[in-house]
């Protein structure tokens, strides 16, 4: 089973790109970037040449002993024992974060040899080009890759539902049938959130105990990943972050606070295991921005944030938050003060590329999610996790900018009450139709 990711349209776009330059897949561990490029080298080129540095470490040397572009392909031909041809053969250099090498690589191909069609991926690529020394800036182009959106997942489980989303104007509210059986799917896809090989293990069986199984070892397999790749020095403190995040995620003020890690903690002791969590994927930083003016990153404090995970199924587990907590509907997200809510709704945001989600407070008077750059426009987000939809926070927030859009979502049918937009949490995917 594979459920067909919307980045596949990127990466064809890529290859039609005259001007194409080597590719950078980044994506955190097991958001499905090798079966991603896999089935993209089966259905759009002759064949696929596909080379794994973790499998197959003694690739390295290749890379070490030459930077000629057109002798590396030779060999790896030979290695392959299939011609690797221009243009017409993708190849994959798949967890390449083990060799930088092959990483600098990339700047010689798109110098030497551009006619050939290299695609890098690896689950810790960001933390990779945080170590190296030299990056081949301006020498190629990247696709980031998150976890399955729920649209993505109701285009594969229920295509005529998906279909009629696509043409929906969103002007209007949703049928009450087509709501409920929209967000009956969504009930199945948040149970074990969007990590591709959880999801459809799910889809296809329906045994939620062996995927409960499998969401506990794949955070075991991110633990283990903490001690093989982060400084000897962070291992410890990563591991007491990554087990706080419930705990942070569960507060009525959700700003990171060290002290909920270890108590006596300071931020110069975390700040280098938080920033590894980070550029690795498995957390997204939110930081506090009360000056909602164009660009927003001018003024972001950089000392204030929130954290978010990458998959709200892994929260959950993370949490031991029971699953019969999202079989119901009307209970979605009712559970942890509504903080998965806000989790999905980051992920979605970001997955849309939203670039760098905010959060804005008014002097302790009130505090809203999210605020995003759309162009030149900022819109403010309010995320509520069930059909009480009262808000003080987006009153005020209203009331000083008068925004020319605000959104809030909800598990109310869609509503629009002057500048205001209501939207089905579940539609958070369709967020850039909407504004």
């Given at each position: 089973m594979f459920i067909k990711r919307f980045a596949e349209k990127e990466l064809i776009?890529?290859?039609?790109?005259?001007?194409?330059?080597?590719?950078?897949?980044?994506?955190?561990r097991q958001v499905g970037k090798t079966s991603l490029l896999k089935h993209f080298g089966q259905n759009h080129f002759k064949n696929t040449a596909y080379f794994n540095f973790e499998q197959e470490p003694q690739l390295a040397e290749l890379f070490e002993k030459t930077k000629d572009a057109n002798r590396i392909f030779e060999q790896l031909s030979i290695i392959t024992g299939k011609e690797i041809q221009k243009r017409e053969t993708l190849i994959?250099?798949?967890?390449?974060?083990?060799?930088?090498?092959?990483?600098?690589?990339?700047?010689?191909?798109?110098?030497q040899a551009n006619e050939f069609v290299v695609v890098a991926a690896g689950s810790l690529l960001g933390v990779s080009m945080g170590k190296m020394s030299t990056f081949p800036v301006g020498k190629v182009d990247f696709i980031s890759l998150y976890p399955i959106q729920f649209a993505e997942f109701l285009a594969f489980y229920k295509p005529k539902l998906f279909s009629f989303i696509e043409a929906f104007d969103f002007k209007e509210k949703l049928p009450e049938l087509l709501f409920s059986q929209i967000q009956e799917v969504f009930v199945l896809y948040s149970q074990f959130g969007g990590m591709p090989e959880i999801l459809e293990f799910y889809s296809s069986t329906l045994d939620a105990e062996k995927a409960e199984h499998m969401l506990r070892n794949l955070l075991?397999?991110?633990?283990?990943?903490?001690?093989?790749?982060?400084?000897?020095?962070d291992?410890?403190?990563?591991?007491l972050i990554w087990e706080s995040l419930p705990s942070q995620l569960a507060k009525e003020n959700k700003k990171f606070l060290?002290?909920?890690?270890?108590?006596?903690a300071r931020a110069r002791e975390f700040e280098d295991a938080l920033?590894?969590?980070?550029?690795?994927g498995l957390v997204h930083k939110v930081y506090l921005n009360k000056s909602p003016r164009l660009p927003l990153s001018a003024y972001d404090e950089l000392s204030t944030f929130k954290i978010y995970g990458l998959d709200i199924g892994l929260i959950r587990s993370l949490a031991r938050l029971p699953r019969r907590s999202f079989l119901e509907p009307h209970q979605l997200f009712m559970?942890?003060?509504g903080s998965l809510a806000e989790n999905y709704v980051l992920q979605s945001l970001v997955a849309?590329?939203?670039?760098?989600?905010?959060?804005w407070t008014s002097n302790g008077k009130a505090e809203l999610d999210f605020i995003i750059q759309n162009g030149e426009k900022i819109i403010p987000i309010e995320v509520k996790s069930g059909i009480n939809v009262r808000s003080r926070s987006l009153s005020e927030y209203q009331k000083i900018y008068e925004p020319e859009k605000a959104i809030r979502f909800s598990l109310q049918n869609i509503q629009h009450q002057e500048n205001l937009v209501n939207i089905p949490i579940f539609l958070a995917d369709w967020l850039k139709r909407v504004i």
């Open positions: 776009s890529w290859k039609a790109d005259p001007y194409r330059k080597p590719l950078i897949l980044n994506g955190a994959v250099l798949d967890e390449i974060q083990e060799c930088i090498p092959a990483l600098s690589f990339l700047k010689y191909v798109q110098e075991a397999t991110y633990a283990m990943d903490f001690s093989k790749h982060a400084d000897t020095k291992i410890p403190r990563i591991h060290y002290q909920y890690v270890k108590e006596g920033n590894w969590l980070n550029r690795s559970e942890f003060k849309q590329g939203f670039d760098s989600p905010r959060y």
